[in-house]
């Protein structure tokens, strides 16, 4: 078969090869790996600073409603009340995740920037019944990635609440990196938490936390998807349980 070619038009053109040349200038703005160890024997509220003061209000922090998202919104409208927030709703969350957003925003004033695609409804008539069974890549590609690549388009850097404790492949998360997947900064400011050191936390400054950890889900995402762990069991194996997904493919 022949591979079909798009030709752009001129505006086109010339749109994406500012994009492009506004890409690189963001890329040369750091030597990741100098910062990050530079950033590497700070404090998680140290290395937020850092980042507001290098992306002020050009930074997005992400929030799955789940434990650690709870102690980066803590640290953050400390250090900065205007912190922007934003989570990616798959309509698929469970009603605790929601109840827990509610929490949140009261308990620190803010407002959390929704971002989503698809209905369910037009996400079956398009794609079939149960996406998340028959192809769960491509109903987190529809309902994650593409939502999570229009918030991200319109910040410089984001933040997110991994640690590298959650699993073999964010074992050497760094706290800053060039995010090749959507072409902006990443800061990782939990990334060597422990989970003794988030509990410490979240008990320590009475911070609302999703009580579904408390019911056996260490990593809570969307119902299809999650399931409480058995003792012994890592804390990720609770997700896309039974196939080989380990990763929603933002992080
Ligand atoms: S976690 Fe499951 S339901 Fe949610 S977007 Fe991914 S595959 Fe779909």
Known sequence: MEPTTTTLTPAEAEAARKAEEATRALAA??????????????????????AFEQFGQDMYIACSFQKTSSVVMHLATEINPDARFFYLDTDFLFPETYE?????AERFGVEFERWHNLTPEEQAKQYGDQLWKTDPD???????????????ST????????RREDSATRA????FTWDKRFD?????PLADWTERDVWTHLHKNNIPYN???????????????????????SSR???????GKTECGIN
């Open 29 to 50: 703005r750091f030597d990741a790996e100098a910062v990050a160890a530079q950033l590497e024997p700070l404090g998680a509220g140290e290395v937020l600073e850092w």
């Open 100 to 104: 827990t957003r509610d929490r949140l």
């Open 138 to 152: 491509a109903c987190c590609g529809i309902r994650k990635v593409e939502p999570m690549r229009r918030a991200l």
């Open 155 to 162: 910040v410089d850097c984001w933040v997110s609440g991994i």
């Open 172 to 175: 050497n998360a760094p706290k």
């Open 184 to 188: 902006i900064w990443k800061v990782n």
């Open 211 to 233: 009580p579904l950890h408390d019911q056996g889900y260490p990593s809570i995402g969307c119902t299809h998807c999650t399931r409480p762990v058995m003792p012994g069991q």
């Open 237 to 243: 194996d609770g997700r896309w349980s039974g196939s």
